[in-house]
């Protein structure tokens, strides 16, 4: 990573003016003869840096110059920090590098990096059979500044049905969820989620976003999905299972399983969330043997109809087969 802490060095400079190798070392965490180096390779490459030698010395930019590493400017500075958020998927490692390098931002961008970094969400679970997109939607940039820099947009969008409406939004958080990109907004009706790719404009107003004080993208997000899922997937399956097949049902269900507490007899209760009654009883038909479901009673009856549709289809012949034969 040393280009990041080149960066980081020069950052240091810009904030404090002067700083020495062990300075540097301590701050970065690396050793004084690494902290020389990174230096000598600053200056070496343009950076208006030079020595101060004798008591006192280090190193200083010359005249003070604030040289602008807002090159990272905001936009390259942003999508450094973002993978800096409690969301994203950057090792714990990684998090803490970019962490020294917020502080090491003069004030100014280390309000938008810090802003950066709580604009992101990222949820890997996809909801159905959703294609994955190679390319990142048209308007992503463009939303995601506007809420890094708490500007309100007037949106121009498309609905899944075709309809196409256009409203000024106050832009709280992006999230992705899976292979697609949703920006969380309030407006006028109240929050409301759109998907970027249906975003047909996105123009800035200037005015401020009216963003509430107790907001948490994570939270807020989390709330949206639970009642999309709702929507999605109405038909909820209240079921009893055997502790060791927790695992198995977690990898085959997914979101779709809440696990709860444990039963008198030992037993784990899970709920499992579906489309339909039909559809829900055939997935489970297979699992009987571990799972015990209780209600509703409607999928509870489909169950009974396949048990009684497999014998009536194989029960004959293992009846058949069991008969000693005639002599």
């Known amino acids: 990573m040393r280009t990041d802490r080149l960066v980081a060095v020069l950052l240091l400079l810009q904030r404090r003016e002067q700083v020495t190798a062990a300075e540097v070392a301590r701050e970065l965490e690396v050793s004084e003869r690494t902290a020389r180096r990174d230096l000598d390779a600053l200056a070496m490459a343009g950076v208006p840096l030079y020595p101060v030698r004798g008591r006192g010395g280090g190193w200083r930019l010359v005249g003070g110059a604030r040289t602008d590493l807002s090159g990272l400017t905001a936009s390259e500075t942003r999508a450094l920090f973002l993978v800096a958020g409690p969301a994203s998927a950057a090792t714990p490692a990684v998090k803490a590098a970019l962490r020294k390098l917020v502080h090491a931002l003069p004030e100014p961008f280390r309000v938008q990096a810090e802003a950066a970094a709580a604009s992101l969400v990222v949820d890997p679970q996809r909801w159905g059979s959703s294609r994955v997109e190679h390319r990142p939607p048209r308007f992503l940039d463009q939303l995601q500044d506007a809420v890094i820099r708490g500007v309100q947009v007037r949106l121009r ?25 949703y920006l969380v ?143």
């Open 157 to 181: 969008y498309v609905d899944s049905t075709g309809a196409a409406t256009e409203r000024t939004v106050h832009p709280l958080g992006i999230v992705a969820k899976g292979p697609s990109w």
């Open 185 to 327: 907004s309030d407006t006028d009706a109240g929050r409301r989620t759109f998907r970027v790719d249906r975003v047909s404009s996105a123009d800035p107003t200037g005015d401020p976003v009216h963003r509430p004080d107790d907001f948490d993208l994570a939270e807020s997000w989390h709330d949206i999905a639970d009642e999309i899922d709702r929507k999605r997937m109405p038909v909820q399956v209240q079921a009893v299972c055997v502790p060791h097949w927790i695992g198995p049902l977690r990898m085959g269900f997914g979101s779709r399983l809440d696990v709860g507490g444990s039963t008198t007899d030992g037993r784990i209760e899970v709920l499992i969330r579906g489309h339909d009654e039909d559809v829900l009883a055939g997935e489970l038909a297979g699992l009987v043997e571990w799972l015990e479901v209780t209600g509703p009673p409607g999928v509870r009856d489909h169950l009974a109809s396949i048990g009684d549709a497999l014998v009536r289809r194989y029960g004959r012949d293992r009846l058949t087969a069991s008969l000693p034969a005639r002599p």
